[in-house]
Structure formats: structure tokens, C-alpha cells
């Protein structure tokens, strides 16, 4: 019988993440460690890494430091490259504290090795919000000492100019930031857009010296806010009487949910989050559904909250981590935001592949996919690794998901089942299999002819007995893909050949290769 000249065969496909063939060290686990190249080990840590944050096999001081010499190492081989990275991982990935400290890091590259050029526009393509000139200011001089090179002061002030307004400057100037926009403006000297802008450079600054100035009359945002400032408790209390008219005048000043709480000067009932729900973002309402439930928030107003949460253009737009969802789910006491988190979960899932055939995903349930990602958090990587196996196995047409340590469980997905409850389920298994790590092990126990694998994981595991590997247990002509939820320095497999494939980040983005593969075309960066 022929082994390679069969109907199924297809060109061997291969993806961007690559390892060494032959590992060279051992992983945290202490089984066989396959070093990656700078960009690969770059990609993988950065859509990852919350930065400043304590990871099971790594201290905060050994997670930074590797990711500022690989945004280094990789400016300097291919700034090109590394640019187009950075600007991505601020955008599709939606990797904030990462990329800021990637252009920090690029400039002052390019800065040790006497190069011109890119640093600037590298610098205000990653600032997208207002609160991130004095963010990324404030990492510099923390890291790097006062003296501020000019390419990133003209970076961060390019920035502020696109950034700074009235709303942002209501909403993110905070005398809790070390970097105020006062600090940001006479560090970088930006050249205001318009005369508005000017205006309200100067009154920044005035507010940030106490020198008492009056509010120009061309902020007319400020102005209200400042009249709304001076009522005192009991008029503010009274504006919530006032039906529809509430939420203009709130909006009229750029009174956000956080400052109105502040400004009542106690407990926000469910008149008040009615009147601000219009007012409020996205990723404000989802973090909010506990505050609605517990303060009593009409049925036919928390509707309208669900319809928003559960639209598709919302949901893009919002650009939330899928967990996100989850997560809100988990804090919600009530379930009538249940069917409306389900469907928002949906929607960026829809980049998973459908599989055809049969399929085995492996879900990381070990005790290091367990520490949250951030101290101010709740979400782990095995719960984004639930999130992404429950979902493909939703997809597929004979998919077996597993959890897997020590141990293995088969998790059996119904068919037409809510995919948070599925998820919710599959959580509640964890730790029903040991804490260790063992994917050869997992493999051997599970394996069955699939047409393909996936295993999403920290890819920190022991070794297999004898020195085997996943290629002793699934054939060469199968795919498996590793999707790395950790970004260690090494991988548990070699990656970059035929039909052995590595991705990774908190997104479903990179799933969208899977497809390219499977066809047998090879895959590039996603930007």
C-alpha cells in the first residue's frame, strides 16, 4: 500500500513560528527544550506578556528583561519587520502595555547603535489612547533615565496632539499618573492642530501649576463639567429625577461612570445607571453587569445593554479578548445577560476553523495554566485555553476534546450547546487530572488516527519516556498545531517544517492560518 502518493495527499505547508530540529536545552519541565529563532521567541512572548506581571516559570525582572533584548535583537536585524509587528500588536492583537514597551525598547536600539529614522513614527503608531504619551514616557525614564531622546519625545507629541481633546482630557488626566498631560506637554512641546487645541494646552497646564486661570470659553466641555462640579450633593441627586435630559447633560460635560460615582459622593443606585448606561462605552457596560444586577437595573433597560453586548459590529469594534466574555459571564449574578455574553463570545470566535474529519484537541489543565495573567485579574491560560478548545471542538465534525496534566479526561461537547456553559463546565475539571505537565504521555493515551492535532498549551512539559517526542506518537504527515498560551524561551516540539505548527496570543487572529495549512499553502506573519 502506498504511504505518500494517496488522494489526500496535499503540498507540505509551512507557518512563521520556527525551532531549532534537534533541541538544544530543556524547558521548564525539565523535557526536551527546542529554542526558537529571535522572531519567533519575540511573537510568542509579546502576545502573551502583560508585562510587569509574574508568570508560573518566570519573575517579572526575567520576563521584561528577555522581552526588551528580543524587541532589541529584532530592531536591529529587521526594524522594518519589527515595526509592522509592533503597530499590530497594538491593533489586532490589542496588546497595550507590550507594544509601548516595544517601541520604547526599538528607539532605544536604534539609538545605542547610532541609527536615524523609524523611532518616531514607530513611537505614535502604538499610542492609541490618551492616557499612553504619559504611559510610555514614564517607562522610559523609569528603565532608561530622564534624558529623553528627541525621536520619542516627537513620537509621544505627534501622539498627544492626535489624542489630546477635552473628553480624553476629562477622562484620562488623573493626579493618580506620575506623567499627567501637563508633564507630557512641557517634556515634548507638541504643536497644537487647531486653536481649540491650544486653548486647552494652555488650561492643562495652568490646572497642573494651580494657577487659577478661568476655562477658555472655546471648551465648552470643560465649562459644563466645571458647572456641574460646583452643585452641591443634593442638586446632583436631584438631576436624576430629570428623565432623558440626564444623559445629555452628563454627556454635554464628559462625565463618565467613574466620575459621576465620585461626584454623587455615594452608592449609585438604579436611576443613576440608567441615566449613564447611553453614556457609557462597551467594555464599560460588560464590566458593569454586576453593578447593574446589584443595583437593581430595569429588565427592559438591561435589554437594551444585552441587544448592544450581543451585536457583532459592537463586538468587533470593542476588540475584546474572547475571555472577556467569560469573564463577565463568571461575575454576572443574574442570567439574563447569559444568552447575549454567549452570542458576543461567538462572534469573534468566528475565525476558528470548521474541521472536517476527526480532530484531537488537547486543553493544557496543568497547575502552571493556572496563575492569572495579571494581578488585577481573574483569567488564567487555562481558562483561555477552555475558551479556544471547547469552541473549535463546537465547530468541528468529529472532534474529541481532552483536558490533560498528569492524567487525561475526555470532555464530550453536546451538539447545539451553549459554548460559555460548555466552557463553564469544562473549567470546573480542572485539576480532576494532576498538576503535571505531560504531552508525549497525553498524546499516547489519546491519539487515535485523528487527520490532526491541537494542543493548546504553555508548551512547558516532561519529556516522553525514552526520549520520545509528539513525532513518535503522530505521524509526519499529520498536522499538529501548538497553540502557545505562554511564551516561554522554549517550545515543546520543533515547529517551522512540514505540518508542525506554533502560534499563539490571546486572540482567535492567528487561527485564521489554520485554514491556509490545512490547504497546503504555507502561512506568513499576520501583519
Known sequence: MSKFNVRAAKPAAFSPVTTERVPSGV??????????DAKSELFLLA?????????????VGERDTRYAELVREATLADPEWTSRFLVWLRTDANMRSASLVGAAE??????DAGLDGMSRQVVDSVLQRADEPGELLAYWISVHGKVVPKPVKRGVADAAVRLYDERSSVKWDSA???????????????????????????HVLGERHKRGNDIPGSLGILRAR?????WDVEQRRELFTRGDAVSDTLRQAGMTWESVAGWLQGPLDAAVWEALIPTMGYMAQLRNLRNFDEAGVSDVVAERVAARLADPEQVAKSRQFPFRFLSAYEQAPSLRWSHALDT??????RNLPALPGRSLILVDTSGSMTSTYSARSKVTPAKAA????????????????????????????RKGASVIREVENFIGRIGEVGHGTDIVGSLRKTYRRHDRVFIISDMQTIGGPYGTGIDDVVPHNVPVYGFNLGGYQRGAFATGGARRHEFGGLTDATFRMVPLLEDGRSASWPF
Open 47 to 59: 502576545v502573551s506578556n502583560m508585562v510587569g506581571e509574574q508568570t508560573f516559570y518566570e519573575s
Open 386 to 413: 477552555a475558551v479556544f478548545g471547547v469552541a473549535l471542538g463546537a465547530k468541528g465534525e468529529q472532534v474529541d476534546v481532552v483536558g490533560f496534566a498528569s492524567g487525561t479526561f475526555r470532555h464530550r461537547i
Open 176 to 202: 493618580a499618573a506620575g506623567f499627567r498631560f501637563a508633564d507630557v506637554l512641557e517634556l515634548t512641546h507638541p504643536v497644537k492642530r487647531a486653536d481649540w487645541q491650544g486653548d486647552l494646552f494652555q
Open 27 to 36: 524547558n521548564h519541565e525539565g523535557g526536551p527544550g527546542y529554542a526558537r
Open 344 to 349: 458576543a463570545l461567538g462572534h469573534p470566535l
Open 226 to 230: 466645571a458647572e456641574l462640579m460646583a
Open 106 to 111: 526599538f528607539a532605544k536600539a536604534r539609538r
